[in-house]
C-alpha cells in the first residue's frame, strides 16, 4: 500500500530564516506530487505541482520554490522566510487526471 | 479559470439526522472531477467521496452521497444518519483540464458539527 510521510510536522522560524519541508511517497512510482498551504483552517491553495522528476509548475508567485529531485520526494523551499509565509503545508500524491490526491499528515510552520 | 464556492461557513445537525452541505462551481470544461474531502482536528484530509463528470449517477459510499447537477454546476454532499465522527472541515474541489497534472481547486469549506 501507499504511504506519504512528511517532516516536520511543527516548524517554528525566524522571519529571514530559510525553510525546507519534505515529501516521500512509498509504494508507488511517478506519482503527481503537490503542495499546498492552508491558512486559518480554510481552504487549501496550491502552490506547486509536479508530474515527473525535475518538472515544477508554479501556481502562485511568492518567496517559496520547490523541488523534485527523486521520483517519490518533494521538497519546498525558501531562502528568506516571511511571516505572511505561516500556516499549514500539505503535501499530497496522485496517480494524475482523474484520481483522486492522497494527503501527507502536514507541518505546521510558524514564522515569528 | 475555475471556481468553487461553499456558501455555508457553518453548520450543525443533530447525531443521527441528515445534513445537505452545499457546492457550486464555475468551469467551461465538459470532461472533469468533483471531490468532497474531510479534514477533522486531527487535520488529516481524507477523501469522502469522488464524481465523474460524464456520469449521470450520482456516487454513493455508504453514509455519503452526493448531488450532482452538472447544468446547475452544483454538487452537494447529504450525510446520512449523522454521527459524532462526522464533526469536520468539509471540502468539496473540482478537478479539470488533462493537461493541468490533476491540480485540485478547493473552496472554502464548511466546518460541520454533530451534536449529541
Known amino acids: 500500500s501507499q504511504t506519504i510521510h512528511q517532516w516536520p510536522a511543527t516548524l517554528v522560524q525566524p522571519v529571514g530564516s530559510p525553510l525546507s519541508l519534505e515529501c516521500t511517497v512509498e509504494?508507488?512510482?511517478?506519482?503527481?506530487l503537490y503542495w499546498y498551504r492552508q491558512a486559518a483552517g480554510r481552504g487549501l491553495q496550491l502552490l506547486f505541482y509536479?508530474?515527473?522528476?525535475?518538472?515544477i509548475s508554479s501556481e502562485v508567485p511568492q518567496n517559496l520554490s520547490a523541488s523534485r529531485p527523486q521520483d517519490r520526494q518533494f521538497i519546498l523551499s525558501s531562502k528568506k522566510l516571511l511571516l505572511s509565509d505561516s500556516g499549514f503545508y500539505l503535501c499530497?500524491?496522485?496517480?494524475?487526471?482523474?484520481?483522486?490526491?492522497?494527503f501527507g499528515p502536514g507541518t505546521r510552520l510558524t514564522v515569528t | 479559470a475555475q471556481t468553487v464556492t461553499q456558501s455555508q461557513p457553518e453548520m450543525s445537525v443533530q447525531e443521527a439526522e441528515t445534513v445537505t452541505l452545499s457546492c457550486t462551481y464555475d468551469?467551461?470544461?465538459?470532461?472533469?472531477?468533483l471531490f468532497w474531502y474531510k479534514q477533522p482536528p486531527s487535520r488529516q484530509m481524507i477523501l469522502v467521496i469522488r464524481?465523474?463528470?460524464?456520469?449521470?449517477q450520482n456516487a454513493t459510499e455508504n453514509r455519503f452521497s452526493v448531488n450532482f447537477q452538472k447544468a446547475a454546476k452544483s454538487f452537494s454532499l447529504k450525510i446520512s444518519d449523522s454521527q459524532l465522527g462526522d464533526t469536520a472541515m468539509y471540502f468539496c474541489?473540482?478537478?479539470?483540464?488533462?493537461?493541468?497534472?490533476?491540480?485540485?481547486?478547493f473552496g472554502q469549506g464548511t466546518e460541520l458539527s454533530v451534536k449529541p
Open positions: 464524481q465523474e463528470a460524464y456520469k449521470q
Open positions: 509536479s508530474v515527473g522528476i525535475g518538472q
Open positions: 468551469t467551461s470544461e465538459s470532461n472533469y472531477y
Open positions: 474541489a473540482f478537478m479539470g483540464s488533462y493537461n493541468q497534472g490533476g491540480k485540485l481547486i
Open positions: 509504494g508507488t512510482s511517478n506519482p503527481n
Open positions: 499530497a500524491w496522485s496517480l494524475g487526471f482523474g484520481y483522486e490526491q492522497y
